[in-house]
C-alpha cells in the first residue's frame, strides 16, 4: 500500500503546506495592518518574510516561531476561524490541480492492478481525476472519505481493488481534517483500518513529512513483530530533510525485524517513472505515448556570434551564478530567532550576514565581530557547516543566508543601493555614482538613469530574486523603477510601458553586465573581510536563453 503526502500532489500544481503558511501569516498581516495584500505580494522574499514574520510574532499571542510543529495549524485557524471558511480557502487552492506525469503512471500501475491501496493526507482530487482515466470512472475505485471510511474497510475486507482513503478528507467533506484540535479527534475508524491494514501489506510512502501526530501516532502503533509483512519504504530527496520522528519510525520497525528503511527520490514523477520503467508487462504503446507528453529540458548550445538575430529566440531575464560560497559558519548559542541575531550585530556595529535556523546561527563575517556579539549567549561551538545543494532547492535557512548575502555583495561592489525601510529586493541606480563608465551601456539604453518629477526623486533599478533550478544557482532580476513617492506610480508605468522587445532586450543586456562586470570575472564579495568567512560570488554575464528545437 501506498501513502503520500503533499509532496506528490506538487507535481499537479497544488499549492504546497508552506505556500499556504505564508498566504495565511499574509493574509493576518495585512488585515491586522488594513494595508493591501500587494503591499508584501512576493512571499518568496525573505524580508518580507521577516516583516510579517516580526510583525505577527509581536501582535499574536501564542504565535509560533518559524518551523515549530504546530505552526501550520496555529495559523490556518487564526485567518480562517469557522470550517465553512476551511473548506472553502482549500477548495480555491486545490481545483486548478492537474495529474502530472507522475499521476499518469500511478494511473497505469492502479489499471494493471499493480497499485491495489493508497492513502492520502491531502485534499486534492489529482488521484481521483486519474483514475477516471485509467480505470473508466470512479465506480471502479472505493474512495473512502472521513464520513464513510466504513466503506473503504469493508472494500479492503472484501478485497476489492483499488481502495483509496482521504485520510483528513478533501475540501467537499463536513468533517475536513486540518487543524491541530481536529486532527487530534481524526476519526477513529479511519486510523484502526491503517493499523490492521499494516499487520497485511507493506508500506511505501512518498512525498509526506510525517507531520502529523494523528497519522504517525497511527503508524507506530502498528509497529510490531510481523507488522508489514512486504517491508516499509519511505521515500525522501535527502536525509536533512527527514523529520526525526520518521527517522525514529524507520529505526523501531528495523529493530523488530522489519525490511525498512529510506530511498531516495528527487520527485514523484522522477520515482514513477522509475518504477514503471521496470515494469516488463506494460501494454505496448502505453509508455511510449506517456512519456511523448511529457516535458522535457534539454540544454541547446549558445549560438555563434552575430547569428542570435537569424532564428526565432527568447531571452530569460537569469543569469547563472557560477560561483558561491560552499561552507558557512555555524555559531551554536542560546540566543533567540533571527530578529536577535540581527539586534545583536547591530549593538556592535557588524556588518556580518546572518540566519537563524535549528542547528544555529548560519552566517559569513569576521570572527572576531561574531564571537563579540554572541558572547552573553554561551557559545557552545563555533565551527564551519557546508552548504548542502539540496538545501537550496526551497526556502531553507542557507537559501535566505545566500539570497542576503548575494544581495550585499553586489550593492557593496556595484554603484546601487536600496530602500531598506521598503523590505524588498529593489536595487537602483546611487545618483552620485551615475557617471561611472559601468553604467554607460544602460544609459544608453535609457537615456536617463535618475531624475526627479513633481519634487520628487526616481532611478532606474532591478528587482533581484534567487531561485535554484536544474542543478544550478540563478539570478534572476527584472528592470524596474524606484520612486521616493509611490503615489506618482503613472509616472512609472508611462516610462516603462514604451520599452518593447529591443528595449527590454537592451536592458537585460546592460544590466547582466552590471551585475556580472564586463566578463564575469569580477568576484562579489559581500563584506570584504580579511578574517572569517566571506561570501563570494561570481555571475555569468549571458542571461539563459531558449530557442527552437530542431
Not at 507488522?227 to 527517522?247: C, D, H, I, M, Q
Not at 528527487?266 to 511510449?288: H, K, M, R, W
Not at 512609472?492 to 514604451?498: E, I, P
Request: proline share 4%; with cysteine; net charge neutral.
Amino acid at each position: 500500500m501506498w501513502l503520500f503526502g503533499a509532496g506528490a500532489s506538487a507535481t499537479a500544481g497544488i499549492a504546497t503546506a508552506w505556500d499556504m503558511l505564508w498566504d495565511f501569516k499574509r493574509s493576518l498581516y495585512c488585515s491586522l495592518e488594513k494595508i493591501s495584500p500587494k503591499s508584501c505580494g512576493d512571499l518568496s522574499d525573505e524580508k518580507v518574510q521577516y516583516r510579517i514574520q516580526s510583525y505577527l510574532e509581536a501582535h499574536l499571542a501564542g504565535c509560533p516561531k518559524p518551523g515549530a510543529e504546530d505552526e501550520y495549524a496555529f495559523f490556518f485557524e487564526q485567518a480562517y476561524a469557522s470550517d465553512k471558511d476551511r473548506r472553502t480557502y482549500i477548495e480555491t487552492k486545490v481545483k486548478t490541480g492537474t495529474p502530472s506525469f507522475g499521476h499518469e503512471c500511478l494511473g497505469i500501475l492502479m489499471h494493471m492492478g499493480l497499485v491495489r491501496l493508497i492513502w492520502t493526507t491531502n485534499f486534492d482530487r489529482v488521484i481521483e481525476d486519474v483514475a477516471v482515466k485509467a480505470l473508466g470512472g470512479t465506480g471502479k475505485i472505493v474512495i473512502a472519505a472521513l464520513e464513510n471510511a466504513q466503506l473503504g474497510i469493508q472494500a479492503v475486507n472484501e478485497d476489492r481493488w483499488p481502495v483509496y482513503f482521504k485520510i483528513h478528507g478533501d475540501f467537499q467533506s463536513r468533517k475536513l481534517k486540518n487543524i491541530g484540535s481536529e486532527l487530534l479527534t481524526q476519526d477513529e475508524n479511519m486510523r484502526q483500518s491503517l493499523i490492521d491494514c499494516s499487520r497485511r501489506f507493506g508500506l511505501a510512502v512518498v512525498g509526506y513529512s510525517g507531520r502529523d501526530d494523528s497519522v504517525m501516532d497511527a503508524l507506530e502503533k502498528s509497529l510490531s513483530k510481523g507488522a508489514f509483512p512486504e517491508g516499509l519504504f519511505w521515500f525522501r530527496r535527502n536525509a536533512k530533510s527527514t523529520y526525526p520522528r520518521v527517522s525514529d519510525f524507520i529505526e523501531k520497525a528495523k529493530s523488530l525485524g522489519i525490511e525498512a528503511d529510506f530511498v531516495e527520490a528527487e520527485s514523484f514523477d522522477e520515482l514513477f517513472n522509475d518504477i514503471v520503467t521496470q515494469i516488463p508487462d506494460i501494454p505496448d504503446g502505453t509508455l511510449q505515448t506517456l512519456r511523448a507528453q511529457k516535458p522535457k529540458l534539454t540544454e541547446a548550445p549558445m549560438a555563434g556570434a552575430g547569428t542570435l538575430g537569424s532564428y526565432p529566440v527568447l531571452r530569460l531575464n537569469a543569469i547563472p551564478v557560477i560561483e558561491y560560497p560552499s561552507v558557512m559558519r555555524l555559531i551554536e548559542c542560546g540566543i533567540g530567532g533571527t530578529k536577535e541575531v540581527n539586534e545583536a550585530l547591530t549593538a556592535i556595529g557588524s556588518k556580518a550576514i546572518a540566519v537563524r535556523s535549528k542547528p544555529g546561527v548560519l552566517c559569513f563575517g569576521s570572527d572576531a565581530e561574531l564571537k563579540q556579539a554572541f558572547a552573553k549567549y554561551r557559545i557552545a561551538n563555533f565551527d564551519v557547516k557546508q552548504i548542502d545543494a539540496d538545501r537550496l532547492k526551497f526556502h531553507s535557512a542557507e537559501f535566505g543566508l545566500l539570497y542576503d548575502a548575494i544581495i550585499a555583495a553586489i550593492l557593496r561592489s556595484r554603484p546601487l543601493v536600496t530602500d531598506h525601510k521598503r523590505g524588498t529586493r529593489l536595487l537602483y541606480i546611487n545618483k552620485a555614482r551615475q557617471l561611472e563608465p559601468a553604467l554607460i551601456p544602460l544609459k544608453d539604453c535609457v537615456r536617463n538613469l535618475t531624475g526627479t518629477v513633481g519634487g520628487v526623486n526616481w532611478a532606474e533599478g532591478i528587482r533581484l530574486k534567487l531561485d535554484y533550478k536544474f542543478g544550478k544557482l540563478w539570478l534572476l532580476f527584472e528592470p524596474a523603477i524606484w520612486i521616493a513617492d509611490e503615489s506618482l506610480k503613472e509616472f512609472v508605468r508611462k516610462r516603462m510601458a514604451s520599452r518593447y522587445n529591443q528595449d527590454w532586450n537592451g536592458l537585460l543586456a546592460s544590466w547582466s553586465r552590471i551585475l556580472a562586470g564586463p566578463d564575469g570575472s569580477d568576484p562579489l564579495r559581500a563584506l570584504g573581510i580579511g578574517d572569517g568567512l566571506d561570501a563570494v560570488f561570481r555571475l555569468d554575464a549571458t542571461t539563459a536563453f531558449s530557442r527552437i528545437a530542431k
